[in-house]
């Protein structure tokens, strides 16, 4: 597996709806459990997840975004790895 994070999201996510993403991080071509991923949209900090056995973590964040374009960035501090996206938004 090649080592990084691979992001998986919506392209589009209704405004004021619930985002739903997951981020998987492979490092030394292992998947990585229990490590914390930061999660964050158009550059704020949201929450630090930690990865489960396989080393993916679920992201949840209800009615944050309003309409439009916004990036979600997930970062793994132990290492030079990211990960993002170009979520649109839309209105209801």
Known sequence: MPDGITLH???VIKAGR???????LVSGGYLQPDVGL???IDD??????KTDSH???YFRLRGVLASGMHVL????QGSRYSGSACPRSESV
């Open 38 to 40: 930061h999660f964050l």
């Open 55 to 57: 080393g993916t973590a």
């Open 9 to 11: 999201i919506p392209p």
């Open 18 to 24: 619930e985002i739903a993403a997951e981020a998987t």
């Open 73 to 76: 960035q997930v970062r793994y």
């Open 44 to 49: 704020i900090e949201r929450r630090i997840v």
